[in-house]
């Protein structure tokens, strides 16, 4: 069955405002969790990854915060652009198995 | 710049074809991957590959099969297309944590 699941299968927001998008997951072994960008008619694209053993990460713009005891993982955009419209996935690998394992996916749009 | 190559961006197939979906990659990857997307059901996993000629199962191998003989090539076959098989599939290559995905090829089978 799915390990990792996402909460909110679209998400509309201000320009400029942040963006909040969630992920659940249930498999307690996964290596690093990942969050992956889906422009149309485009393959995913790697944003950024979070080991397991960690809590946040940050990246340019973006920060990934992981929490082991709900089994949560969010992805926090600043100052959303339309540029970042897009479908949002997150992603577990698990080493021991080689599997990347992706959610649902969460469509963002940005609002003018 | 890294590249996930897929043969086709479009195909039309007739049911019962077997058919052929192909992956090059340049970057000398190990790991190579074959997922479907579909709306509201994401990327499913159908076939991975950690090795030239190794594969294992993923979470919908049913119907397909793979193929791994050069480390740069994975591909991907219908042995018999179904009308439900008609989908999205996307081939990607990692190393590490980040995979690097092709632009698609979007299949389907009347």
């Known amino acids: 069955g799915e390990s990792v699941g996402l909460h909110l299968p679209t998400l509309s927001v201000q320009e400029g405002d942040n963006s909040i998008i969630n992920c659940a997951y249930s498999n307690s072994a996964s290596d690093y969790f990942i969050w992956y960008k889906q422009e149309s008619g485009k393959g995913p694209q790697f944003i950024i990854d979070?080991?397991?053993?960690?809590d946040k990460r940050q990246g340019q713009r973006v920060t990934v915060l992981l929490n082991k005891t709900v089994k949560h993982l969010s992805l926090q955009i600043a100052a959303t652009q339309p540029g970042d419209s897009a479908v949002y996935f997150c992603a577990e690998f698990r080493g021991s198995a080689r599997q990347l394992t992706f959610g649902s996916g969460t469509q963002l749009t940005v609002l003018p | 710049d890294v590249k996930v190559t897929q043969s086709s961006r479009y195909l039309v197939k007739r049911t019962g074809e077997k058919v052929f979906l192909e992956c090059v990659q340049d970057?000398?990857?190990?790991?190579m991957f074959w997922y479907r997307q579909d709306p509201g059901l994401g990327l499913r996993l159908i076939y991975f590959s950690y090795d030239v000629k190794m594969k294992e199962k993923g979470d919908i191998p049913e119907g397909y099969s793979v193929s791994r003989e050069k480390k740069e090539r994975f591909s991907l076959i219908l042995e018999s297309a179904s009308t439900n098989q008609t989908s999205m599939y996307l081939c990607?290559?990692?190393?590490?944590?980040?995979?690097?995905f092709g632009q698609g090829t979007r299949l389907t089978v009347v």
């Open positions: 979070i080991r397991s053993n960690m």
């Open positions: 970057m000398d990857h190990e790991n």
């Open positions: 990607a290559s990692r190393v590490t944590s980040e995979a690097f």
